[in-house]
């Protein structure tokens, strides 16, 4: 069966480490400012998920790690797949995409820049 694959494992990984060094906050903020809608759905579900495993009896802690896994989960299936449609668009497009809509490009994936090479003329 043929596939239309858009979110690759690199973007996949790279949205996970992002989250982890950054937290969760930034990018459900950056989420409630593109997509309102979408954010207020997942807070609220995130909500009435920790009052579920709350009712379960476990421990506090264990809850807020099952928690943190779930929110995790989901906000880099999110954040994955709207840096990937990005890409696509952008690979389509070209400069248009941020013509249009300079806001749509993520923040949450900067791109790594290699250390800049030392000047030789400032160590001689």
Not at 2 to 9: F, I, K, R
Not at 20 to 38: F, N, W, Y
Not at 70 to 80: D, G, P, S, Y
Request: proline content about 8%; glycine content about 2%; hydrophobic content about 40%.
């Amino acid at each position: 069966m043929a596939s239309d694959q858009q979110v690759h494992s690199r973007t996949i990984l790279q949205t996970l480490l992002e989250l982890q060094r950054q937290g969760i906050t930034p990018a459900m903020s950056h989420l409630e400012k593109v997509e309102p809608d979408l954010a207020s759905f997942v807070m609220e579900s995130f909500s009435d998920l920790h009052e579920k495993l709350l009712s379960l009896g476990g421990s506090f802690k264990k809850t807020q790690r099952v928690q943190r896994a779930v929110e995790l989960l989901t906000v880099v299936c999110i954040v994955a797949l709207r840096q990937s449609h990005y890409e696509l668009w952008e690979s389509q497009m070209d400069e248009r995409v941020r013509q249009l809509d300079p806001s749509a490009a993520p923040t949450a994936l900067p791109q790594l820049q290699p250390p800049p090479t030392p000047d030789p003329d400032l160590n001689a």
